[in-house]
């Protein structure tokens, strides 16, 4: 049974730092990308940040570059996302995302609110 559980997500003010994890279990983690989206309230999912199967590129969206980190151990099957210098439009459902073309799999999301 495929699972990805994301967990870190919390209510932080502007400025602050969260880290999100996602647990992998179900499928060969090493061999998938790992991407971390977010769906703001009224907009479509977008894509923040992403790293290749088995870590050696990263990309991320313009309006976190210098800001969010992406990565992934693979011993322990987690991927991560540090958060830094959060703004109150990174307030958002951030999902967890696996994908080895044709095959793609999500989490259930975790809440990040950024307010003072």
């Known amino acids: 049974q495929v699972q990805l559980v994301e967990s870190g997500g919390g209510l932080v003010q502007p400025g602050g730092s969260l880290r999100l994890s996602c647990a992998a279990s179900?499928?060969?983690?090493?061999?998938?990308?790992m991407n971390w989206y977010r769906q703001a309230p009224g907009k479509e999912r977008e894509l923040v940040a992403a790293i290749t199967s088995p870590g050696g590129s990263v990309n991320y969206a313009d309006s976190v570059k210098g800001r969010f980190t992406i990565s992934r151990d693979n011993a322990k099957n987690t991927v991560y996302l540090q958060m830094s210098s959060l703004k109150f439009e990174d307030t958002a459902v951030y999902y967890c995302n696996a994908r080895r073309h044709p095959i793609t799999y999500w989490g259930k999301g975790t809440l990040v609110t950024v307010s003072s």
């Open positions: 179900g499928f060969s983690f090493s061999g998938y990308a």
